[in-house]
T-cell receptor, first 115, second 106 residues
Framework: DAGVIQSPRHEVTEMGQEVTLRCKPI?????LFWYRQTMMRGLELLIY????????DSGMPEDRFSAKMPNASFSTLKIQPSEPRDSAVYFC?????????????FGPGTRLLVL | KNEVEQSPQNLTAQEGEFITINCSYS?????LHWLQQHPGGGIVSLFM???GKKKHGRLIATINIQEKHSSLHITASHPRDSAVYIC????????FGTGTSLTVIP
């Protein structure tokens, strides 16, 4: 398996633009996680899905952020409109389960810079 | 107060030294994870444990549930072990330590 795939790897955009980050989990994994990492706040869980259903989105910072998982092999994290403070590395991870606390496999991350 | 505290924040060691990184947590958990983040940014899950001890190569992770404490040990450290090590506690919520930056000097 290719592991967790994220795209794009780097994104530079201007404030106010819409940003869409994409993730393909490892085939057969039931859980998918979106994280954000910044120097100031470290690693933070934004949202996670189980069998394509959002389970906990309490980490999503505000309404400008939304995440979807239309099928078992694809998820998106969208920021609209983007702001400079959204600049961070966004990681997607997946795990087999049976619970969200099992070993997670991380994608390479998307480095987002909002100017 | 952070739910997960790691120490030390930064650690420099000579190649071959035995290294210990500590993690204390204040919440109920289902599992404790140790993650490794390389200078290039990629994150790898090293261990997931809920009791006892696990060993993988030169890495050993232990957890004491009663004391709410976990340690990550590296034996015979090597420059390629240089990375940030992150402790994460998972239960109803996810809590992350701020990481320990390890540099192993040849």
């Amino acid at each position: 398996d290719a592991g967790v795939i994220q795209s794009p790897r780097h994104e530079v955009t201007e404030m106010g633009q819409e940003v869409t980050l994409r993730c393909k989990p490892i085939s057969g994994h039931d859980y998918l996680f979106w994280y954000r990492q910044t120097m100031m706040r470290g690693l933070e869980l934004l949202i996670y899905f189980n069998n394509n259903v959002p389970i906990d989105d309490s980490g999503m910072p505000e309404d400008r952020f939304s995440a979807k998982m239309p099928n078992a092999s694809f998820s998106t994290l969208k920021i609209q409109p983007s702001e400079p403070r959204d600049s961070a590395v966004y990681f997607c991870a997946s795990s087999l389960g049976p619970g969200p606390w099992e070993t997670q496999y991380f994608g390479p991350g998307t480095r987002l810079l909002v100017l | 107060k952070n739910e997960v505290e790691q120490s030390p924040q930064n650690l420099t060691a000579q190649e071959g030294e035995f290294i210990t990184i500590n993690c204390s947590y204040s919440v109920g958990i289902s599992a404790l994870h140790w993650l490794q983040q390389h200078p290039g940014g990629g994150i790898v899950s090293l261990f997931m444990l809920s009791s006892g001890k696990k060993k993988h190569g030169r890495l050993i992770a232990t957890i004491n549930i009663q004391e709410k404490h976990s340690s990550l040990h590296i034996t015979a450290s090597h420059p390629r072990d240089s990375a940030v090590y992150i402790c994460a506690a998972t239960g109803n919520q996810f809590y992350f330590g701020t990481g320990t930056s390890l540099t192993v000097i040849p």
